[in-house]
T-cell receptor, first 116, second 111 residues
Framework: GAVVSQHPSWVICKSGTSVKIECRSL??????MFWYRQFPKQSLMLMAT?????????EQGVEKDKFLINHASLTLSTLTVTSAHPEDSSFYIC????????????FGPGTRLTVT | ELKVEQNPLFLSMQEEKNYTIYCNYS?????LYWYRQDPGKSLESLFV?????AVKQEGRLMASLDTKARLSTLHITAAVHDLSATYFC???????????FGSGTRLLVRP
């Protein structure tokens, strides 16, 4: 149980275009989803927290207009990187929590974004 | 602000040796997680430690939590090459359920 998927697993896009990444909880309802970014050989940095049906809460320093997060249902959250630039190239990982038994987060497999 | 410090950052050890990775955190929390990450992959959950004095073991790995000292350890016993990976601890914020990650320990087990 507690499986989280992400799509796509990798994407290459040109500078200035937008990219959407999907995060799905496959076998549970996720009241909260989290988006992380990881640069090579670095740790995971939380970008934002989203609760179903409400606006995402962004961490300090994360541009909310650039990284659009939508948590439209209890099984789906999307991250859209708008007007991507090479410095946005990173490994994006989502996690989901049901908040029922505990707030343990279950991590997706990640999406590698390369902006050329 | 919750801060999590992990050490060492890099650990090269021989097979069959024992070693410990340390995770210190700065404010009160009762939930600490250990994860493994292989190159190019996402996180694999290893241990969930939910209370003071918690100790969990799986194979050659054992994790413990001392909430009073704000310290967790991940002990490796008789290391094998398959344990080579990056290990992260993460502490859950008491107020918001956010996870704050340590910097990670890159473990290389040499024959």
């Amino acid at each position: 149980g507690a499986v989280v998927s992400q799509h796509p697993s990798w994407v290459i896009c040109k500078s200035g275009t937008s990219v959407k990444i999907e995060c799905r909880s496959l076998d549970f309802q996720a009241t909260t989803m989290f988006w992380y970014r990881q640069f090579p050989k670095q740790s995971l940095m939380l970008m934002a927290t989203s609760n179903e049906g409400s606006k995402a809460t962004y961490e300090q320093g994360v541009e909310k207009d650039k990284f659009l997060i939508n948590h439209a249902s209890l099984t789906l959250s999307t991250l859209t990187v708008t007007s991507a630039h090479p410095e946005d190239s990173s490994f994006y990982i989502c996690s989901a929590s049901s908040g029922e038994v505990s707030y343990e987060q279950y991590f997706g497999p990640g999406t590698r974004l390369t902006v050329t | 602000e919750l801060k999590v410090e992990q050490n060492p950052l890099f650990l090269s050890m021989q097979e069959e040796k024992n070693y410990t990775i340390y995770c210190n955190y700065s404010t009160t929390s009762d939930r600490l997680y250990w994860y493994r990450q292989d190159p190019g992959k996402s996180l694999e959950s290893l241990f969930v430690l939910l209370s003071n004095g918690a100790v969990k073991q799986e194979g050659r790995l054992m994790a413990s939590l001392d909430t009073k000292a704000r310290l967790s350890t991940l002990h490796i016993t008789a290391a094998v090459h398959d344990l080579s990976a990056t290990y992260f601890c993460a502490v859950e914020s008491d107020s918001s359920y956010k996870l704050i990650f340590g910097s990670g320990t890159r473990l290389l087990v040499r024959p």
